[in-house]
């Protein structure tokens, strides 16, 4: 195997080992880019050169015995977090040339812990969408398969490392943004409670909604980097001071006699038939460890498209709103006074996605609308979060398909915004409730194409839902398998 | 028909923080433009706010100061516009839950009390500021006062003329002055106030349209605009109009409110809660807390001197009109004893002073040791209140004690009966026409004597006692 394809804890007990060297992995990363990131274009920016500098710096490190959660370990990054003198696009043409003059908490940490960024990764502009397609700089492909899409909004960082192009990236996740390209490239995705990691620098979306999560080739690799990501931000208000235990601690151990909530409402119509039976088949692996499936009901389930496009929309209008030409980023310069700069700079600097949110947004916060629209769709947002935390009283974690079908082909689903929305549909709930899920591959269809199982648990339980994903990981053994490129 | 005027306030107070609102940068005024700003009030992607607690505290000063119920729970809301000052594109202000509710304060007014209460009171980031280039299409963006703190004081349309609004405009300018949370200076912009007047038949309930006055600088400005939007609505009123909801400027220069027609059309903020910040939870502990730092306000002060010093009401009046004025006075009290000569003085002189050099009374630079000083050469007859008068003066310009410009002058009172004595006699001795009158019974000339005295010691001597010695000396059995 090359380096490039091992895990991160794989590749730490190399390192300690004195088996291979920072430099050595990521020139295999980088060796991996150029071969195979013209047909999966999973990055917008590369960050090579700094890339080999800063694994040179972790050599040094390991050499002096200074060795850090990551020393050496080549992570790519979201376009959507800030990087101190490293363009910062969003996705979108109006951050086009953005250089911030800050790292967002979650870089800094990366760093902190020594880790190698490889690059920026590609993405939904400003992480509206579920296929990575709206992007102004070109869609990402599915590494197993071209014509398909890796899934979004975080669809560059999943591929990459689908694609072996980083040993693990970051994403972020507003209503599935980790966890549905996780399972549409086969990969592991983790979006932690609301609160765990610091939104700060993170580009936002839909604030009460966003949350940042790793992207990883195991279960594992998931804990080392909560362990670094995790954590109260004194520059982040919502973030929350609850304690950071040791994530890897739980991953030994058993699932034998806990309970998972099989949800009745996530087994819907429109489920393909691929994705239902790879998901049964991880119900009976979880017995099979000692756990015990019982049904559990979320009533509210049906509501929760139509609660999150109001409230996403809404928050996506006013923290868009920035984006206005005057003090960065695009402007045109076509305008002949203010009023008329800001809409030619609006217009051409957001894609067609955003702007539809922007104008739903803009309309459900109206004066006159308010009420009927945001302030109804926050009061049932409310029940969403009881529906959660009733089911939590009779289960330890809930079970469910991340996405209703595998990677569908690129442009199947871009003249539908309502087929597109409806990708999202199993994790949007997660985010209104605030609670953590985790998609884990869970086999193939016939065509070859990734499946994921969604496991969800409480508020701040990240640590039981990883040991509930190893658990499973480690009795599905499921095949390992490499898309061809 | 007699028409009734309903006029209610909205002020606004930038708060004297040593940091903004929502980041860590100075949010004092007058640095170089875009120096006091970093991502967060730059509105960079990413970047979010955290509430600097010290805002807090002020808003809960001037709350309880104003008799306000503190809200257990508030939480900030968003306000959507496009403005290049905004970098944002919307303020973060309070909206449904403020902090603070159904206060009031008293105001004089014709002698009387008057309760105007205040509605709410709520926190909010201030906004840039735009500099136009004259000479050239184009604008400048100055972000320095972006996320500045400010309250906002919205009051109940209590106020019935412009006269009880400026009273009312002035009690709350003194009470936030006196609390140290707003410099409150007009032009400057830190103390800001809008105006909402509608009239309606006197002795009616329903209120009438409303109209909104903006951009009043000074307290003269705000009664005096307010006294043109009454007429004018009244005019219109009387001449079978309709008063139009809207929002007028007034026009320092002409004297007249104008109507913003389009400049500003009604705005849609979308108020929202705002998702970045987390509810503030201020609890009995915290309003206690504040409530034990609270300073003497105006109104009690004012009182106390009335009943301990035995001033006038407008003596006491003028002696609080700033805590600075009110605390060098009772210094002087203090070091003197003398409640009432030390209000003559620094009402009299020590104002006059400043006031010609529009001087603060903070750089007076008389010490109130030093005014106490000179009282009590006074009150000991070492000096005149003739030479007093020489001396204050002469300490305003030197900053010198008294006793030091006494010396320097040779202004000691001549207190020395027997040299005094001497001179008298030869003021007699020169005048015997006089003294033969006054011995004949014409009193008046007794005054001849007294200033023919005084010219001769050069005003140094004690009146009293040249009074004494010459009625002594001009007896007929001497
Ligand atoms: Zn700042």
Known sequence: MELNELTIHELLDRLRAGETSSAEITASVFGRIDAVEKEVHAYITLMRETALAEAEAADERIRKGEMGALTGIPIALKDIFCTKGVRTTCGSRILENFVPPYDATVVTKLRAAGAVFTGKTNMDEFAMGSSTENSFFGATRNPWDRDRIPG???????????????????????????????????????????????????????????????????????????????????????????????????????????????????????????????????????????????????????????????????????????????????????????????????????????????????YALSSGYYDAYYKKASQVRGLIKRDFDEAFTKCDVILTPTTPTPAFRIGEKTDDPMQMYLSDILTISTNLAGIPGISVPCGFTAAGLPVGVQFLAGHFQEGRLLQFASAYEKHAQIEKRRPTL | MEFEPVIGLEIHAQLLTDAKIFCGCSAKFGAAPNTHTCPVCLGMPGVLPVLNRK??????????????????????????????????????????????????????????????????????????????????????????????????????????????????????????????????????????????????????????????????????????????????????????????????????????????????????????????????????????????????????????????????AYDAGVLTTSRALADYYEEVVKLSGQPKIAANWVMGDILRFLNEDKKDIRECPIAPSSLAGMIRLIQEGAISGKMAKEVVEAMYKTGKTPQAIIEEQGLVQITDEEALAKTIAEVIGKNPVQVEQYRAGREKVFGFFVGQAMKATQGKANPQLINDLLKKMLAPDT
Not at chain 1, 263 to 278: L, M, N, Q, R
Not at chain 1, 301 to 318: F, H, K, N, R
Not at chain 2, 146 to 168: F, H, K, M, Q
Not at chain 2, 275 to 304: C, F, M, N, S
Request: hydrophobic share 35%; with cysteine.
């Open chain 2, 55 to 312: 805002v807090v505290e002020f808003m809960l000063r001037m709350a309880l100061a104003t008799n306000c119920r503190i809200n257990p729970e508030c939480s900030f809301a968003r306000k959507n516009y496009f403005y290049p000052d905004l970098p944002k594109g919307y303020q973060i202000s309070q909206y449904a839950a403020p902090p603070a509710e159904h206060g009031w304060v008293e105001v004089e007014i014709h002698g009387g009390k008057k309760r105007i209460g205040i509605t709410r009171i709520h926190m909010e980031e201030d906004a840039g500021k735009l500099m136009h280039d004259e000479r050239n299409p184009v604008s400048m963006v100055d972000l320095n006062r972006t996320g500045v703190p400010l309250i906002e004081i919205v009051s109940e349309p209590d106020i019935r003329s412009a006269e009880e609004a400026a009273a009312y405009l002035r009690r709350l300018h003194e009470t936030l002055v006196y609390l140290g949370i707003c410099d409150g200076n007009m032009e400057e912009g830190s103390f800001r106030c809008d105006a909402n007047v509608s009239l309606r038949p006197r002795g009616t309930e329903p209120f009438g349209t409303r109209a909104e006055l903006k951009n009043m600088n000074s307290f003269r400005n705000v009664q005096r605009a307010l006294e043109y939007e009454i007429k004018r609505q009244q005019y219109v009123l009387e001449g079978g109009g309709e008063v139009v909801q809207e929002t007028r400027l007034w026009d320092d220069t002409a004297g007249v409110t104008q109507s913003m027609r389009g400049k500003e059309e009604a705005h849609d903020y979308r108020y929202f809660p705002d998702p970045d910040l987390v509810p503030v939870v201020i609890d009995d502990a915290w309003i206690e807390e504040v409530r034990k730092t609270l300073p003497e306000l105006p109104l009690e002060k004012r009182e106390r001197f009335v009943r301990d010093y035995q001033l006038s």
């Open chain 1, 152 to 362: 979004g909004s975080s669809g560059g960082s999943a591929a990459a490392v689908a694609a072996d192009e980083c040993i693990a990236a970051l994403g972020s996740d507003t209503g599935g943004s980790i966890r549905q390209p996780a399972a549409l490239c086969g990969v592991v995705g983790l979006k932690p409670t609301y609160g765990r990691i610091s939104r700060f620098g993170l580009v936002a979306f839909a604030s009460s909604l966003d949350q940042i999560g790793p992207f990883t080739k195991d279960v594992e690799d998931c804990a080392i980097l909560m362990n670094v990501l995790a954590g109260y931000d004194p520059r982040e208000s919502t973030s929350v001071p609850e304690e950071v235990p040791d994530y890897r601690r739980f991953l030994s151990q058993g699932i034998e006699s806990w309970k998972v909530g099989i949800p009745k409402e996530y087994f819907i119509a429109g489920i393909d038939p691929e994705v239902e039976a790879a998901v049964r088949r991880a119900i009976r692996v979880v017995e099979g460890a000692g756990a015990k499936c019982i049904e559990v009901s979320l009533p509210h389930t049906e509501y929760c498209l139509a609660v999150y496009y109001i409230v996403a929309p809404a928050e996506a209008s006013s923290n868009l709103a920035r984006y206005d030409g005057v003090k960065y980023g695009f402007r045109s310069g076509e305008g002949r006074d203010l009023l008329e700069m800001y809409k030619k700079t609006r217009a051409a600097g957001f894609g067609a996605e955003v702007k539809r949110r922007i104008m739903i947004g803009t």
